[in-house]
Each structure stands twice: as C-alpha cells, then as structure tokens.
C-alpha cells in the first residue's frame, strides 16, 4: 500500500474571472500555463498543481458541499519558500502586487510578506532571517497569526 499523504499532486482554487486569475499567475509567479480549458487553468508550482477554477464549476467537484462567498473572509494561505524575503517582496511590487503585511520577522524564527490573488486567495512568501539581523521588522502589523500556533512554517520547508 503506498503512503497516500506522502504528497499533495492538486490544489484547486475557485476563481471569480478566470483569464484575470490566469494573468495575475502568470506574471506574478512566471510560470507557464500547464493546461487550460474555458473553465480552469493549471499552473505547475514543483510537485504541485493549482488548479484555477471557474467559481460556477465548483459545485461539480465539492457538492453537496456548499461551495464559499469569496468575500466571507480567508480561510487558507499557501506558502512559499524562498531565500531573500525582501528581495522576492521588492519583484512582486515591481509586478503590480500589494503586499498584505511584511516583510516581516516573525516570532517563530522566519520572515514573511503576505499577498493575495484576485480572487483573495492569501498566498506568503517565507525564508530565514538575516544572519546578521539587517533584515529587521518594517511592517508589524499581522502579528503571529495562525502559522505560528499550527507550528505552519518551521524554516525547513511548507509543513
């Protein structure tokens, strides 16, 4: 029998306007479409899928489960790794994206910046504190959140 947790092969997220998720993807995280359809687009982050899903598809996969309000609030974030925080956080407002919070130092060892997509799905970017602590707090605002109560991001890789 093999270890069906040893991985997570898709990830799908519900889209309001499907193009514009597609074009956010894009040009925020470089990376080329894997598959699309008029209903979904398929970008590849590693081993992992995220699959862009047209809200009014969503029903087919999770009901009799309701499928969520975008504006009820955010319920998941997706993290990350990546070596220089600061750096990454620098080419994403160069690309048109509002940071949420961070770059920031974290209580449990990392520092973080938090952005979402268009369609509020939080996404962070997360890697080690400067050494020489140069890398200091410039946005104090989000505080230790969830991620630090789950144990979420221990500085070795997503958890």
């Known amino acids: 029998m093999t270890d069906w947790t040893a991985r997570i092969p898709a990830v799908t ?8 998720a597609k074009e956010f993807y894009g040009r925020v995280f470089e990376l080329p479409v894997h598959w ?21 598809e969503a029903a087919d996969l999770v009901g009799p489960a ?8 955010v319920r998941v974030q997706f993290t990350l790794d990546v070596d220089d925080v600061d750096a990454r956080a620098e ?3 160069s690309r048109g994206v509002e940071l949420l919070n961070g770059p920031m130092d974290r209580p449990w060892g990392i520092r973080t910046a938090a952005f979402r997509d268009p369609d509020g799905h939080v996404w962070e970017i997360a ?33």
């Open 13 to 20: 997220l519900f889209v309001e306007d499907v193009a514009a």
């Open 36 to 56: 699309e359809d008029e209903n979904s687009v398929v970008f590849v982050f590693g081993p992992t899928m995220i699959n862009l899903l047209q809200v009014g």
């Open 66 to 73: 309701p499928v969520g309000d975008a504006e009820a609030g």
């Open 91 to 93: 080419l994403l407002r």
């Open 127 to 159: 890697g080690p504190i400067a050494a020489d602590g140069a890398a200091g707090v410039a946005d104090g605002s989000a505080g230790a959140g969830a991620g630090a109560a789950a144990g979420e991001f221990t500085g070795e890789g997503v958890a």
